[in-house]
């Protein structure tokens, strides 16, 4: 079910008008039909939406792409520790967001005028109508993030970066912005590189970034509370939690990070919990492998804390409600509600290596920026 939020009507003419030198009007009808057809069939409309027939975005009209179920089936990690968490700290994080990185924003001026850019993952929306001469759509996985990008007049809805509601070949460009990293499994990082790929046009670019394993402030990785790799089949299928060894610690159990000592406090002792409802025993054995030497793999997986200060946690219920089930900590010291979210931080040539095999794209650019990898794909 795709939710998809608007402008009002005026502005949506607006928008018309402003490219209607750049983009055929036929084209511009054409996306509109299929949009309303997307309406009238997958989407529900939000209350006061009532000028979406105005609007033209380049929705998927009876698409076919598919995916395949245990890739599109969301984790319960990904639900838990980045869905429920970004719906809750969501006014807080956008004001932190603000800022455009400089080869974000180049890439984006270097675009033709009138090109349609599709962005995945669009947070708070600080990147759409970033280029005033093209023509943005966003999209998100949360509700009160894609809320506030509508609220500031943007063209988005809500809607998954592994299956997006996008026709193919629609796009000039697509960007994901420091979005891939939250997705728990190498085969959703890799279907959502295809889906990008996939809505953009024969010689359409496609810019991605993701944070890094090596960052220029290496002090921040004592911040982060490492998991292990064993917590992957609990993560690819929720529904039966295995039962580990008696020295397991729950995910639950993992302490948040004291950012006063810069040391991971880690626990290994036995919970009882629900596994998102369920009463099993889900436990996994991690104490040997948070000890890393020189001869381990590289550690990539990760909490990294959210301190949402309290005067911002008493907007809404939802921080207490996570405080309830164990989804966030008081911490009083610091005044503030910190919340875990989840992490798989990317080594040098990993997303290359998920590009590898792709027989329609071929990377173009590829840099380190600002502790991101970054990579620049070329539709064939």
């Known amino acids: 079910m795709i939710r998809i939020f608007s402008r009002s009507p005026r502005q949506a003419i607006s928008a018309s008008n402003r490219l209607s030198s750049r983009l055929h009007r036929e084209e511009f009808y054409r996306w509109n039909r299929a949009y309303q057809a997307v309406i009238s069939t997958n989407s529900t409309m939000t209350p006061g939406d009532d000028s979406l027939e105005a609007q033209a975005a380049p929705l998927t009209e009876g698409s076919n792409h598919s995916c395949s179920p245990s890739v599109q089936a969301t984790p319960d990690i990904e639900k838990k520790y980045v869905h429920r968490v970004y719906d809750a700290i969501a006014p807080h994080f956008s004001s932190t967001r603000f800022a455009k990185w400089p080869k974000v924003?180049?890439?984006l001026?270097?675009?033709?005028?009138?090109?349609v850019v599709l962005d995945a993952g669009c947070g708070n929306g600080k990147y759409l109508g970033f280029n005033p001469e093209c023509f943005y759509i966003g999209c998100d996985i949360s509700p009160p993030l894609i809320e506030i990008c509508a609220g500031r007049g943007h063209e988005v809805f809500?809607?998954?970066?592994?299956n997006m509601p996008y026709r193919e070949n629609v796009g000039d460009a697509a960007i994901s912005i420091a979005v891939l990293h939250h997705l728990s499994t190498e085969d959703r990082r890799r279907k959502a590189i295809e889906e990008l790929v996939r809505v953009v046009k024969r010689g359409g670019l496609v810019l991605i970034t993701v944070w890094a394993v090596e960052q220029e402030d290496k002090s921040l990785l004592n911040k982060w509370t490492p998991l292990c790799d064993k917590y992957n089949e609990e993560w690819v299928d929720p529904s039966s939690p295995p039962v580990r060894s008696q020295s397991a610690t729950m995910l639950d159990s993992i302490e948040e990070?004291?950012?006063d000592t810069g040391?991971?406090?880690?626990?290994y002792d036995q919970l009882k919990s629900s596994y998102d409802g369920l009463q099993n025993k889900a436990t996994a054995a991690c104490s040997d492998s948070l000890i890393m030497d020189e001869h381990d793999k590289t550690q990539q997986e990760y909490f990294v804390p959210w301190h949402l200060p309290f005067h911002r946690a008493e907007i809404g219920g939802a921080s207490a409600a996570a405080l309830q089930n164990g989804l966030a900590k008081k911490d009083d010291k610091k005044g503030t509600v910190v919340y875990n979210r989840y992490y798989h931080i990317f080594v040098k040539g990993e997303l290359q290596r998920l590009v590898a095999g792709m027989k329609n794209a071929a990377i173009v650019d590829q840099f380190y920026d600002k502790s991101n990898w970054c990579i620049v794909l070329e539709k064939l």
């Not at 001026?109 to 090109?115: D, V």
């Open 263 to 267: 040391g991971a406090k880690q626990t």
């Open 158 to 162: 809500v809607a998954d970066a592994v």
């Open 257 to 259: 990070t004291d950012e």
């Open 105 to 107: 924003a180049g890439f």
């Open 109 to 115: 001026n270097s675009l033709k005028p009138g090109s």
